[in-house]
């Protein structure tokens, strides 16, 4: 099991040793959400939170960090907090001209409505 401190992690409010869930992007930035505000944001988290996961004793070591399932996605951190920032509820991201596209390419690939 990997362990959280080799790691980088996403700045407030994608920190909370509460959260449930990780999320690692291509870029290795851990975001520690909670799977439910993901699950109610996008049928897509949804349906991959509801598959079983083996336990973490039988999982490979990218599979969960300190016991934390741990979900891989190619989006660079910077595209997944202001994705994460539309689907939480907290006020919505400054979107700049130069990411919006591929936010709204998030936004599509996880049908959620950003």
């Known amino acids: 099991m990997a362990q959280l401190s080799v ?3 996403a700045s407030s409010p994608f920190d909370d040793p509460k959260a449930d869930l990780f999320i ?3 870029d290795s ?3 520690r959400v ?3 505000i993901l699950a109610q944001a996008s049928p ?3 349906d991959m939170l509801s598959m079983p996961r083996p336990p973490p004793e039988h999982a490979s070591e990218d599979d969960y960090i300190d016991g934390i399932p741990v979900i891989p996605v190619t989006e660079q951190s910077q595209i997944l907090d202001q994705f994460l920032r539309c689907c939480y509820p907290i006020p919505s991201p400054n979107i700049d001209s130069s990411s ?3 936010l709204y390419q998030a936004g599509d690939k996880y049908q959620a409505d950003v």
């Open 100 to 102: 919006f596209v591929a």
């Open 7 to 9: 790691h980088q992690l």
């Open 34 to 36: 909670y799977g439910i």
């Open 29 to 31: 930035v851990l975001f």
């Open 24 to 26: 690692r992007t291509s």
């Open 44 to 46: 897509i988290f949804s």
